[in-house]
């Protein structure tokens, strides 16, 4: 799979894959990401869920299960050591990002938010904002805190609580 990937990445490289497996664990989600995947799911995600995780995929963002976030962020709580789990992130978490602490207030409340594994709509819903309001501080997050993207975001807030 992740020879494939890498494959159509190298013939097409601003395609945005998205692999549908039927089941998948923390390592088939890993090696997607690591192979340049944007996204994987599972074959028996319900129609508008899998709609609306294609049309996100293709506004640039990546889509892989919260489940496994969660698992990355609890291996990172319970790892003393200070690099990345098992190289899943692709970023370390040191003196580089020790910069974004300048984050106000309802950047940090939205990246606790991330760190549950919460979407923009549901994070809109409870602080009562828009769900452009939400993209435009993750966005914000991001560059402060020099992530990519959400899963590193989150696993940032793991590492400088």
């Excluded at 990401?33 to 869920?49: M, S």
């Excluded at 640039?60 to 899943?88: C, K, Q, T, Y």
């Excluded at 993750?138 to 940032?156: P, S, Y």
Aim: hydrophobic residues 50%; neutral net charge; aromatic residues 2%.
């Amino acid at each position: 799979m992740a020879d494939l990937i890498r494959g159509l990445k190298v013939h097409y490289a601003a395609a945005r894959i998205v692999v549908l497996a039927s089941s998948f664990d923390l390592d088939l989600i890993m090696l997607a990401h690591e192979a340049g995947a944007a996204g994987l799911l599972q074959t028996t995600t319900v129609p508008d869920v899998l709609i609306k995780s294609l049309e996100l995929v293709a506004l640039g963002e990546s889509v892989f299960p919260g489940a496994a976030i969660l698992s990355l962020i609890e291996n990172a709580r319970n790892d003393p050591a200070p690099s990345n789990v098992h190289g899943a992130t692709g970023v370390t978490m040191d003196a580089p990002l020790l910069e974004g602490r300048g984050l106000s207030n309802r950047e940090q409340e939205i990246l606790r938010l991330l760190t549950e594994g919460a979407a923009n709509k549901m994070i809109a819903r409870k602080l009562d904002v828009s769900e452009a309001t939400v993209k435009v501080h993750v966005k914000a997050i991001l560059r402060k805190i020099g992530a990519q993207n959400r899963t590193q975001a989150a696993m940032w807030a793991v590492r400088h609580p």
